[in-house]
T-cell receptor, first 114, second 115 residues
Framework: AQTVTQSQPEMSVQEAETVTLSCTYDTSESDYYLFWYKQPPSRQMILVIRQEAYKQQNATENRFSVNFQKAAKSFSLKISDSQLGDAAMYFCAYRTGTASKLTFGTGTRLQVTL | GAVVSQHPSRVICKSGTSVKIECRSLDFQATTMFWYRQFPKQSLMLMATSNEGSKATYEQGVEKDKFLINHASLTLSTLTVTSAHPEDSSFYIC???????????FGPGTRLTVL
């Protein structure tokens, strides 16, 4: 069974600084997708970034980028120039290429301080 | 981006009653909808996957007779919690997708409290 592990229950970053959230996963599949979702206090899940396993290039979306290490089964999220609005729960998620089910990690709560 | 709504946003009911939660895709046709449950300070756990016009597929450990899912149209899925009990109190989130392998768009969730 696929598992997703987020080892950092809470992280804190100062405004304008950079923070990295960790995620590891376990799978025997070769075709899969990885995601980072943000859940702010409103509880609305928002897709931050996605990575296809077959792509070697790390995905980037504005201030958000990932470090995808396929051999190590690691998928970390880097947030640059952190803003107060980045404060939220961040969930790492996994999906195989042949199934629709998303498996979520336990989440990391990110605090952004002034 | 695609919008998914849920109704109601909050519901309080008495133990033993049934509660229906609606999930609607507002600006796209959703072949597939998903229902998740999230306990306080925990992650999302998939309860079931529904495809329009067919029976839902439930995850292991989820009672299909207790959590009735209907996906009768391409824009509406409903989750009915039958004979609700306090342990069913949770945050229920739906998501919708144009097909099973495309991006899931999430609704804002429904807070269910069973007294």
């Amino acid at each position: 069974a696929q598992t997703v592990t987020q080892s950092q229950p809470e992280m804190s970053v100062q405004e304008a600084e950079t923070v990295t959230l960790s995620c590891t996963y376990d799978t025997s599949e070769s075709d899969y997708y990885l995601f980072w979702y943000k859940q702010p206090p409103s509880r609305q899940m928002i897709l931050v970034i996605r990575q296809e396993a077959y792509k070697q290039q790390n995905a980037t979306e504005n201030r958000f980028s990932v470090n995808f290490q396929k051999a190590a089964k690691s998928f970390s999220l880097k947030i640059s120039d952190s803003q107060l609005g980045d404060a939220a729960m961040y969930f790492c998620a996994y999906r195989t290429g042949t199934a629709s089910k998303l498996t979520f990690g336990t989440g990391t709560r990110l605090q952004v301080t002034l | 981006g695609a919008v998914v709504s849920q109704h109601p946003s909050r519901v309080i009911c008495k133990s033993g009653t049934s509660v229906k939660i609606e999930c609607r895709s507002l600006d796209f046709q959703a072949t597939t909808m998903f229902w998740y449950r999230q306990f306080p300070k925990q992650s999302l756990m998939l309860m079931a996957t529904s495809n329009e016009g067919s029976k839902a597929t439930y995850e292991q450990g989820v009672e299909k007779d207790k959590f009735l899912i209907n996906h009768a149209s391409l824009t509406l899925s409903t989750l009915t919690v039958t004979s609700a009990h306090p342990e069913d109190s949770s945050f229920y989130i739906c998501s919708a997708s144009v097909d099973p392998y495309n991006e899931q768009f999430f609704g804002p969730g429904t807070r269910l409290t069973v007294l």
